[in-house]
């Protein structure tokens, strides 16, 4: 699959990019290591054909950081983006009006290190999460902020919207 993995639309600028950290592999990186240990063990100790568990142990470990090492987050002017998967690749873009909220939240480990997860509720879709990613508390900052630009952005003319109102009332007259 080419670098280029979300597609860019006109004016659409980039705001932010990351990753999960390495760390979020951390835990199938140890399941790894005590399968090859045990297999190690029990090849010495019981059978030596139990060694042959081995090599599932190192292609877990090795799957684990592949799968973290794949996965980006993207923030654009116009949109979220996550990428996802070692084979096949699951991409998901999420319109910023989609947007309903924000939040993030840091584990005391992840406050120490700098660390956490943004969650983003999405408008007739499932939440898309940034998982284990560099100063959650920014990125949500920025969302936030893109948030607050598409509320600008409502069309119309002030002069527009009362001549709406204007026929709005003149009906409301009409039917009362």
């Not at 790894?32 to 045990?38: D, L, P, Q, R, S």
């Not at 592949?66 to 996965?71: E, F, I, N, S, Y």
């Not at 923030?75 to 690749?89: D, E, M, N, P």
């Not at 607050?148 to 709406?164: L, Y």
Request: net charge positive.
């Amino acid at each position: 699959m080419s670098e280029q993995w979300w597609f860019q639309r006109d004016g659409e600028s980039i705001v932010w990019e990351g990753r999960p950290r390495l760390s979020a592999a951390l835990g199938g990186v140890a399941l790894g290591v005590v399968v090859v240990a045990g297999a190690l063990v029990a090849a010495m100790m019981v059978d030596r054909r139990l060694g042959a568990v081995a090599p599932l142990g190192i292609g877990l470990a090795a799957w684990r950081l592949l799968r973290v090492q794949q996965t980006r987050y993207l923030i654009t002017s116009r949109a979220l983006w996550s990428k996802r998967g070692v084979v096949g690749h699951t991409v998901r873009r999420v319109g910023v009006s989609q947007v309903q909220n924000t939040a993030y939240r840091q584990s005391l480990t992840g406050s120490i290190f700098g660390y956490g997860t943004v969650t983003v509720e999405v408008a007739g879709g499932r939440d898309l999460t940034f998982h284990r990613i560099d100063d959650p508390e920014r990125v949500r900052r920025m969302l936030t902020d893109r948030l607050g630009d598409t509320d600008s952005e409502i069309p119309g003319t002030t002069d527009q919207w009362r001549a709406v109102l204007s026929v709005v009332r003149d009906i409301h007259d009409a039917v009362s």
